[in-house]
């Protein structure tokens, strides 16, 4: 599919990730980030909602391309959220390609990211064949809604996607094969594989360029509030 692209080390935080390191192979993915008090660790006092990426397809992607779109959106939020659930490492190992899979490679290293709650939107906005309509190329953007919370343990709550409206986009590829997936299943007639993922651009024109490209499909209104807490037990 080309050269290979650049990945984010983390998707979650959306306005952190635009000045987190560039990890040149692997996937795209959420892992726990520190924030400017301390990455709490005890049990929190106030339990809140598990952290959880939303995801779904703009109305203005034609049907035709629209199940490809909701496979790359889907897969990409599950990739975020494998970074710190295991579960979710697991689920997605079957719906990417092995050059994927080597951020997800050790699952032993994986933790579940307890004291952290919110998320953020993975939203398809746009999917273009290739390859005679075996392959398509399927633009992400990811809003910072509700955003990602740090749970502290007196039950005080940190943002960490920042306010305001942020967002940037992904370029994903998403191809039909019976090749293997990053959990070596194939199969005997071609399903979908995410096989390529990456920040679509790097510089300062580009950024620019998608924050307006996103902004035209950006939620209306962007809601930036942490869930309810959970009811005591």
């Known amino acids: 599919m080309g050269a290979r692209r650049v990945f984010h080390t983390k998707l979650l935080g959306a306005a952190a990730a635009a000045g987190i390191i560039i990890a040149a192979v692997g996937g795209c993915g959420a ?18 909602p598990a952290l959880h990426n939303g995801w779904d397809v703009s109305s203005a992607i034609p049907q035709a391309e629209a199940e490809a779109a909701r496979f790359a959106a889907e897969t990409t939020a599950m990739l ?23 951020w997800l490679s050790d699952l032993s290293t994986i933790r579940q990211t307890r004291n952290h709650t919110g998320g953020e939107l993975f939203r398809a906005v746009s999917a273009t064949p290739m390859g005679g309509g075996s392959a398509h190329n399927v633009t992400i953007c990811i809003y910072p809604t509700p955003g990602e919370y740090a749970v502290f343990p007196d039950g005080e709550l940190e943002g960490l ?12 590829t998403v191809q039909l094969t019976t090749g ?8 005997e007639t071609p399903r979908r594989l995410l096989v390529d993922s990456g920040r ?4 300062a024109q580009e950024r620019a360029d998608q924050q307006a490209h996103c902004e035209k499909y950006a939620p209306d209104p962007l809601v930036q509030h942490p869930p309810a807490p959970l009811s005591p037990r």
């Open 180 to 187: 293997p997936a990053a959990d070596g299943s194939t199969s």
């Open 161 to 172: 996607s920042g306010t305001g409206a942020f967002w940037f986009a992904f370029d994903s």
């Open 80 to 102: 975020a959220q494998g970074r710190s659930d295991i579960g979710a490492a697991r689920a997605v190992r079957s719906r990417i390609a092995p050059r994927l899979d080597e």
């Open 200 to 203: 679509a651009g790097s510089s």
């Open 31 to 48: 892992g726990q980030q520190d924030s400017p008090g301390g990455t709490p660790t005890a049990s929190p006092s106030v339990r809140y």
